[in-house]
T-cell receptor
């Protein structure tokens, strides 16, 4: 079974530029997550999709970040314009469902995109 | 705000030693997961615990969920260099946001 694919793996941009990340989840997984992981910290959820609908985007900085999941499969995360503090690894994860009752399903993570903003 | 704290932040030990890392919250978890993350990769799930007092074993790793479901521990017996990595706990709560919240992790280095 193929894992979660992400591209690019690395990106270096200057502040105020735009950048986009792409994620292809495991086939058949309904739930897709984007996380931001700053060096020395755990992943922080930015947005969660169930099929092509947004379930939780409460921690997404909507003035500069946007995400979409067209057709409920691939997803893109965009930052426009980028700030220095956006330097981080952006992780995409997917799961077959969000939860059963209150028990969270296993999330499968991609390798991440390391973004450096200079 | 539901917070999740992990300790210690860093741990450097010799091969063959035992270690325990901790995950704590002031609120009751509905479920808790432990992940391991290696450099340049995404986290990989090790275990999910749900029931208070639950103990799960994965080879040399023992996971315990507190009776009150507010804390958890991961114990590694006879650590090996292959255990090196970032250990993350991730919790979900009954109230508020149901999405997983990750701790800041324990970075483990096992020296040969």
């Amino acid at each position: 079974e193929a894992g979660v694919a992400q591209s690019p793996r690395y990106k270096i941009i200057e502040k105020r530029q735009s950048v986009a990340f792409w994620c292809n989840p495991i086939s058949g997984h309904a739930t897709l997550y984007w996380y931001q992981q700053i060096l020395g910290q755990g992943p922080k959820l930015l947005i969660q999709f169930q099929n092509n609908g947004v379930v939780d985007d409460s921690q997404l900085p909507k003035d500069r970040f946007s995400a979409e999941r067209l057709k409920g499969v691939d997803s893109t995360l965009k930052i426009q314009p980028a700030k220095l503090e956006d330097s981080a690894v952006y992780l995409c994860a997917s799961s077959s469902q969000f939860s059963i009752g209150l028990i969270s399903y296993e999330q499968y993570f991609g390798p991440g995109t390391r973004l450096t903003v200079t | 705000t539901q917070l999740l704290e992990q300790s210690p932040q860093f741990l450097s030990i010799q091969e063959g030693e035992n270690l325990t890392v901790y995950c704590n919250s002031s609120s009751v978890f509905s479920s808790l997961q432990w992940y391991r993350q290696e450099p340049g990769e995404g986290p990989v799930l090790l275990v999910t615990v749900v029931t208070g007092g639950e103990v799960k074993k994965l080879k040399r790793l023992t996971f315990q969920f507190g009776d009150a479901r507010k804390d958890s521990s991961l114990h590694i017996t006879a650590a090996q260099p292959g255990d090196t990595g970032l250990y993350l706990c991730a919790g979900a709560w009954n109230t508020g946001r149901r999405a997983l919240t990750f701790g800041s992790g324990t970075r483990l280095q096992v020296q040969p």
